[in-house]
T-cell receptor
């Protein structure tokens, strides 16, 4: 069972570079989320989607973009990377019946 | 504003019992979750409470009092592998999860 798969696991970016974090789930969940987690802090919601073609901003969306062309995929785009975007990023999907979130393994991003 | 409070760090002894508290103030309430997160890993689901009372699941139990805005996670017969961060999260009126900063639990032999 693959669950939620996100890539890459680690990445170092230079200031001003762009990149896309990939996220795929095989549980046919409509709800998907992108979070960032800074040391000693809780998870902060960046963007979420309630289904293909529908996305919405979370708590900290600035500097990021998302798309949801299929139920399975929910990529997160970082434009013009800044040191403040150094963090661990988690993609998650939600079982609508139980409310349980299933997380990917995380992507550790460093912007230098 | 919305707020979830839990202790930053706790220490307990292997074989003992520990209680991790969580208090919340949110716009609406549609359930409270506890997740476990080992260092460098993703959070994994532990429990879900939407009604008042105690939910028991093996060595772990979770309690909820909606009138007090309070929950706790009780871990019994502590094992070294229980060393992790424990995250409290509340689903608000918009069905969005509001997360606490997590409680780092250190288990000593």
């Amino acid at each position: 069972n693959a669950g939620v798969t996100q890539t890459p696991k680690f990445r170092i970016l230079k200031i001003g570079q762009s990149m896309t974090l990939q996220c795929t789930q095989d549980m046919n969940h409509n709800y998907m989320y992108w979070y960032r987690q800074d040391p000693g802090m809780g998870l902060k919601l960046i963007y979420y989607s309630v289904g293909a073609g529908i996305t919405d901003k979370g708590e900290v969306p600035n500097g990021y973009n998302v798309s949801r062309s299929t139920t399975e995929d929910f990529p997160l785009r970082l434009e013009l990377a800044a040191p403040s975007q150094t963090s661990v990023y988690f993609c998650a999907s939600k079982d609508r019946d139980t409310g349980e979130l299933f997380f990917g393994e995380g992507s550790r991003l460093t912007v230098l | 504003g919305q707020n979830i409070d839990q202790p930053t760090e706790m220490t307990a002894t292997e074989g003992a019992i520990v209680q991790i508290n969580c208090t919340y103030q949110t716009s609406g309430f549609n359930g409270l979750f506890w997740y476990q997160q080992h260092a460098g890993e993703a959070p994994t689901f532990l429990s879900y409470n939407v009604l008042d009372g105690l939910e028991e699941k093996g060595r772990f139990s979770s309690f909820l009092s909606r009138s007090k805005g309070y929950s706790y996670l009780l871990l019994k017969e502590l094992q070294m592998k229980d060393s992790a961060s424990y995250l409290c999260a509340v689903m608000d009126s918009n069905y969005q999860l509001i997360w606490g900063a997590g409680t780092k639990l250190i288990i000593k032999p």
